[in-house]
């Protein structure tokens, strides 16, 4: 995510544009980047002239061009799920290669119509050809009302505070296989407490200023992960025959929620669409970054299968073993610290907006954002295992965000009628039939996945293996 600019000065409400006394909501806070709220009457409002002289939907000065957006995509896109692809094929069997490669075009074409929706929100409301602070729930507000405005910050909270308890779990698994050699009598629920004091003080951090640096790192480390894991496949004798067994409809599933979760992400592609220059060209950076993502998912994925079977960890690094794989878990320790500061900060300031706390540091940010914490290093301790959680966040809060409602949206801004002099924008039969067809199968296989992931979670095995049964 790229967020540039000064911090916000001033704290604008959780419902978008609600007035005391008022009946009916006016349209979501838009803000520049310095936090002034932005009206098509305000003097922050774009000129006519300017946007002609641009010839472009969106800022037409210091945005990203395509290439860059497109490697902020993949960072973005290409995390944590990554480590479990393997894990994904061994529950699905090579039936899941075929899942993960169409996935990746029903992703992508989802994310071009979502790109295509905000070009529509600009050719018909001013404000929104400035930075906008939400862009999906501001998209989310202009095709379905406040039940659409509520739902996407609900899902987003989720999904944000799902991700910093997987961050939290794979941190503690990755510096116990770190430090296993030193102090072998440490085990993953004693990292999780460490790990966690550790992010507490990160926590209170406000929202970082640029995130080049982070990117970076983030898919540095990455790429080094399936590097290193090609390599060692490739080139290492493996020590045992492995087992390919036949996948089960709940194995399916629960392996389709990982696959999912790989390729999450969407609730941040309006934000990068929002940082570019020419937002139109956004669907060329969605092309090319997906086309990366599957250069490096489907070898990872095909050969960490081939080499472990149903073997495989569901952390493939952990499966993996010598100094150049020591050295890549350092480098994920350190992009999962980032990465936590980066999805902790708009968690912790919807919660803030919404129960009316100062927007600086003092004493209830940072009991608020240490209670997130806590909460996260709770579940964790009582899950111990960041697959169940990666499962769980992949099967519900990922294809509703991905598959669900950039089709919805699409379709009700093209169909909408509201004013005159709104360009018209026809859905052609078949399109409109493919659009319905990501829907449907992304809302039913979502189901299917989802309650594949909380009978996995809550089976007895599960349960038993807490960390608390331990103390």
Known sequence: ??????????????????????????????????????????????????????????????????????????????????????????????????????????????????????????????????????????????????????????????????VSTVTILL??????????????????????????????????????????????????????????????????TPEYKPTHATPTFSSFFLGFGTIMFSYGGAITFPTIQNDMADRSKFPYAVVIAFATLIVMYVPLAVLGYMEFGNQVDVNVLLSVHGPAVTVVRVLMLLNNAFTYIIVVNPLSQNLEEGLSLPNAFGWQRCVLRTTIVIMGI??????????????LIGSFTVPILTFVLPPIFYMRLCDSGEQEGWQKRHISGVERFLLWLVVVVGSLSGLAATWSALEALLSPGEITDSCFTFF
């Open 1 to 162: 995510m790229v967020v540039s600019g000064k911090k916000k000065t001033e704290k604008s409400s959780l419902l978008p544009g609600w007035k005391p006394g008022s009946t009916t909501p006016t349209a979501p806070p838009i803000t520049t980047y310095g936090g002034r709220s932005l009206s098509p009457e305000g003097s922050d409002s774009p000129s006519e002239s300017s946007l002609e002289r641009s010839g472009q939907h969106g800022r037409a000065e210091n945005g990203l061009g395509v290439l860059l957006a497109s490697f902020f995509l993949v960072a973005q896109v290409a995390g944590l799920g990554v480590l479990a692809l393997p894990w994904a094929i061994a529950q699905t069997g090579w039936a899941g290669v075929g899942v993960l490669a169409v996935s990746c075009i029903i992703v992508a074409y989802a994310a071009c119509r979502l790109g295509v929706c905000w070009v529509i929100l600009e050719e018909r409301w001013p404000e929104y050809q400035r930075a906008c602070r939400k862009p999906y729930p501001a998209m989310a507000f202009r095709t379905l009302g406040m039940f659409g405005w509520y739902l996407v910050n609900v899902i987003q909270c989720v999904t944000l505070f799902g």
């Open 171 to 236: 941190s503690a698994e990755l510096v116990e296989s770190v430090l296993q050699p030193l102090v072998p009598s440490l085990t993953v629920c004693t990292w999780v407490v460490a790990v966690g004091c550790v992010l507490v003080p990160l926590s209170w951090l406000g929202s970082p200023k640029e995130f080049w640096h982070v990117s970076v790192l983030a898919l540095v480390a990455t790429v080094a992960a399936v590097l290193v894991v090609v390599a060692k496949v490739l080139l290492e």
């Open 378 to 391: 709770i579940i964790s301790l009582a899950v111990r295992n960041f697959g169940r959680i990666l499962n």
